[in-house]
T-cell receptor
Framework: NAGVTQTPKFQVLKTGQSMTLQCAQDMNHNSMYWYRQDPGMGLRLIYYSASEGTTDKGEVPNGYNVSRLNKREFSLRLESAAPSQTSVYFC????????????FGPGTRLTVT | EDQVTQSPEALRLQEGESSSLNCSYTVSGLRGLFWYRQDPGKGPEFLFTLYSAGEEKEKERLKATLTKKESFLHITAPKPEDSATYLCAAPTQGGSEKLVFGKGTKLTVNP
């Protein structure tokens, strides 16, 4: 099992460009999450999906959109990147919302210039 | 507002020097307290779940404990490979599926 995979690992964007971060899990988990991690701020939830076809906002959703393509895949899209979105992005999954034992991917390091 | 606060922000220990990390929370109706380990350049890795005051969990040199207001991660005779950032988290109130994370304690164990 690969667990949670994320692509790409690194990305540099110019202000205003768009991109999609991909996440997939092979553990048959129902819930999936997108976080950003910034120095001094800790992990902050952007969006999450409790099941296929459902998504909900987290603490910092502005500037992002998500798609739960199927049970395995959960993508995060930046429509018009801003320097404030420079961060490390983590995808996570868990069996269901009540287990809370989240499995994290390796992260995507995004720089917006 | 649900909050999880960790202290200290950073801790340097000599190999074999035991210590504790603290996690305090202000989440009402706590439905669990979670500890994760994060190595540089990697995603967090789940360590422990604690559900009720007085509960303890152990893994190698780590022991997590929970009271009504805080949790401690005790590190006994640490080794350099225990160096990492340790995160604690709690579910937000209201039955949601979301976790709120503390900012972490960066532990460095010198040989």
């Amino acid at each position: 099992n690969a667990g949670v995979t994320q692509t790409p690992k690194f990305q540099v964007l110019k202000t205003g460009q768009s991109m999609t971060l991909q996440c997939a899990q092979d553990m048959n988990h129902n819930s999936m999450y997108w976080y950003r991690q910034d120095p001094g701020m800790g992990l902050r939830l952007i969006y999450y999906s409790a099941s296929e076809g459902t998504t909900d906002k987290g603490e910092v959703p502005n500037g992002y959109n998500v798609s739960r393509l199927n049970k395995r895949e959960f993508s995060l899209r930046l429509e018009s990147a801003a320097p404030s979105q420079t961060s490390v992005y983590f995808c996570a999954s868990t069996r269901d919302g009540r287990s809370y034992e989240q499995y994290f991917g390796p992260g995507t390091r995004l720089t917006v210039t | 507002e649900d909050q999880v606060t960790q202290s200290p922000e950073a801790l340097r220990l000599q190999e074999g020097e035991s210590s504790s990390l603290n996690c305090s929370y202000t989440v009402s109706g706590l439905r669990g307290l979670f500890w994760y380990r994060q190595d540089p350049g990697k995603g967090p890795e789940f360590l422990f779940t604690l559900y009720s005051a007085g509960e303890e969990k152990e893994k190698e040199r780590l022991k997590a404990t929970l009271t009504k207001k805080e949790s401690f991660l005790h590190i006994t005779a640490p080794k350099p490979e225990d160096s990492a950032t340790y995160l604690c988290a709690a579910p937000t109130q209201g039955g949601s599926e979301k976790l709120v994370f503390g900012k972490g304690t960066k532990l460095t164990v010198n040989p």
